[in-house]
Structure formats: C-alpha cells, structure tokens
C-alpha cells in the first residue's frame, strides 16, 4: 500500500484537503478524530488525562473540557508534553490497526497535526503539508474559529513553523488561493502522481520517465531530499545498512544536473543486499534486475568486484537511482571519490559539466536516459579516473571509515 503522511499548520485547510483525499479513493486515518476517540468517557485514555490534571478538565457530563485543557497546554510546553505523552501513543496504535486493514493496492492517507513534531515523517511513502502564509491561518482563526488573536498565536507557537513544515514535505500544496484552487490541486496530486505510485507499488515497478536528459541548475533543495530519502531507507531497513550516501551529480554543489537523487547504499555483502530487496520494494525502491554491476575500471578489469545491486523509485514524482554496493569494493569507493573530488576541485566541475551538456544536446531526442548515460561511461573510465586518482593521492583521501568494519566482516 501507499502510505502518505499529511499535515499541516492548524487553519491551513488540512482537514479539506483530508477530504478530498478520501472522495478520492484513499483510506483516511484521521489523527485528530481518533485523539478524541481515545479520550471518551470511560477509556483509559481519559483517565490517565484526569490523573494527570485533575478533575477540572472534566465538564459535568464527565467529558473532556477540551477548551479548558486547551488553555492550559497551549501556553504551558511542559504540561503539552505530559498531554502528548498520553496521547500520541494510543493515537499511533490505533492508527496502526486501521492501517494493517488496507490492502496491498490501497492509498492510506494519515492526517496528523503533528507529524513534523513527532519526527513521524520518515515512516510514509510521501509527506503532503498543506501551506499557508502565517497571517492568512491567523485570520481565519479569528474569523471561522472565534479566537482571540493571541490565542491563535500561541496555537501556532505550539506547531512547527512553517518552515520547519515546508522543509520535511515531499509536496507543498498552497492554500493561499481560493477552496476551489487547493481541490483542484489535490485532484492534480491524485491523478498524475499518487495513483501512479500506488499502482508501481503493487506491481514491484519503477516509475517510467521517458524524456531525454534534461540539465538543471544546481539546486539546494537536491540536498535536503537526498536526507529525506534516505532516512527513508533507513527506517526500512534498520539493520542492515551500513550507510546511505549522496553521491552523484545532485551531490555536488554547483553542478548542473539532471533532476535524478543518486543514493549510495553500503553493505557488507550482496546476499545481503538481496535479502533487504523486498524491504526496500516495499518502501518505494524496487529491484532493476538487469543493472547488477558497474563498468570495470583498469586498477581493477575483473567484473566480479564491479557487482553490484540497483533499485529506482516508483514514485513518478522524485526519480531516484539507489545503488546498493558492498563498503569497500571497487565500485563503492570510485562513487565516493568520485563526488569528493568534484566537491574539491572546481575545474573538475567545469570539465564534467562541459561533457555532460555536449551530451544532452546530442541526446535531447531520445525517449530515456540510457544511451545518455552509456555515451558518459568512456569518460568516467579514461579522463575522470586517472585525474582523480591523481587527486586523492595528493590530499590523501580516504573512504569512510565503515569501509574497515564492512571488510572486517567479510573476512568473518
């Protein structure tokens, strides 16, 4: 199944957005209703709020006050994180049964307010946060919710900033505009990215893109996702990695590439890499069984240690390479050198850069990247190799050091 994460400042418009979502086709977990759910008259959820503080917040139906409780946490952190201790975890256990439910097919939505608080994000597929300019949501607070302007505020205080929400979403949707701007926003979400990704999911695919190599300006945010993703694949696969890496054009600031996240991740061994195949389809990376090594460099012509294993991403929406090569091996190491070097050596990213964009011109036609890509490999091999080479000899670079441990192991 797809699982998106969706949140959003309080009166960003999440809720609409939520339902949506749902008219849609998707199955929605419903944070905020299940919060209440877990606090009802009777369960131990209310309880433990009683006990923590006091009759008081109880109104005389023996209800939770939720105003009266709201006007002690909101202006107190110390008491909110007594209240999201209790909360939060029965939240999150609920929503994991109604999850367990879905369908290998299916697209779960789960509307949490707090999602970037919680540091919950790396546990979807994809994290929607529905935006808008602080003083818009502190209008429609006073307006539609009755608040007091510093009221507003001090609910805002409690939440992320915007940024901080902005910076841990895989997509912004903007609700500045009018109710009609942001549905028709959504339905463009459903359409060309989610119901694709969900469909590659189930099917083990990656996601096709069939335009020729397009170059793009180097851009700071290539970084930030590369992060993303790969805490991603961290959470994945928890305890089989021994690192995931930036590497590649994107890795590089300054150079111009094609809008492609290249991620290196390190193993001790190719039957472990096979084994974690099916954990990382699952989170989004499917296995490209035909791409099992690298081209052989002359320090080391035998194919063998080139070996390696690749997985793409079937997210239409973020093209990604995950290359998965055992710590230490040939192929690992040309990789890391390789964006060092580029990282170090302004003319080596001008010389790199000059080749790729004769290149894209000559394959501006073509449907994929492929020829693109096999036409750069003779360079890779007979100018970058010897020049870099060169380079880590002079400033003695060395390869991470989990290279030694990975090594270590395989001589177990």
Request: charged letters at 20%; aromatic letters at 6%; glycine letters at 8%.
């Amino acid at each position: 199944m797809l699982k998106i994460g969706l949140t959003g400042g309080i009166a960003s418009g999440k809720s609409v957005v939520a339902s949506r979502l749902q008219e849609l086709g998707a199955i929605l977990v419903d944070a905020d209703l299940i919060a209440r759910e877990v606090v009802e008259p009777g369960t131990p959820g209310l309880a433990r709020v009683v006990d923590a503080f006091g009759q008081g917040i109880l109104d005389v139906q023996g209800r939770l006050d939720r105003p009266k409780l709201g006007s002690i946490v909101f202006h107190d952190p110390a008491k909110r994180g007594v209240l999201n201790g209790i909360i939060h975890p029965l939240v999150r256990e609920a929503a994991a049964a109604v999850v367990s439910g879905a369908a290998p097919g299916d697209i779960v939505v789960q509307d949490i307010p707090l999602l970037v608080e919680t540091g919950q994000g790396s546990n979807f597929h994809l994290v929607v946060v529905v935006d808008a300019p602080d003083d818009v949501r502190i209008q429609r607070m006073v307006e539609f919710r009755g608040m007091s302007a510093d009221d507003a505020l001090a609910r805002m205080a409690s939440q992320a900033t915007r940024a901080e929400r902005n910076a841990a979403a895989d997509i912004v949707l903007d609700n500045s505009g009018s109710r009609h701007e942001l549905l028709a926003a959504v339905d463009t979400l459903w359409e060309s990215r989610l119901v694709p990704f969900a469909e590659n999911l189930s099917r083990g695919n990656r996601a096709s893109h069939e335009e020729g190599p397009v170059m793009s300006a180097s851009k700071g945010e290539w970084r930030v996702q590369a992060e993303r993703l790969a805490e991603r694949i961290r959470v994945a696969v928890p305890h089989d990695i021994l690192a995931v890496d930036h590497i590649g054009s994107t890795s590089v600031p300054g150079l111009a590439a094609k809008d492609v996240i290249d991620l290196q991740l390190s193993v001790s061994d190719l039957g472990q890499a096979d084994r974690m195949a099916p954990l990382l389809a699952t989170a989004g990376f499917p296995v490209v069984p035909q791409a099992i090594q690298d081209t052989p460099k002359p320090s080391h012509p035998d194919p063998v240690q080139w070996q390696k294993r690749f997985h793409a991403n079937a997210d239409p929406g973020r093209p990604v390479n995950l290359h998965v090569r055992v710590a230490g091996s040939p192929g690992w190491r040309y990789a890391l050198l390789f964006r060092d070097w580029l990282r170090a050596e302004p003319s080596a990213v001008a010389l790199y850069q000059a080749h790729k964009q004769e290149l894209a011109v000559a394959h501006a036609a073509d449907h994929g990247t492929g020829d693109y890509a096999d036409a750069k490999e003779p360079w890779f091999t007979e100018v970058a190799w010897p020049l870099m080479n060169a380079w880590a000899e002079r400033t003695g670079w060395m390869p991470p050091s989990y290279m030694s441990s990975a090594e270590g192991k395989r001589g177990q």
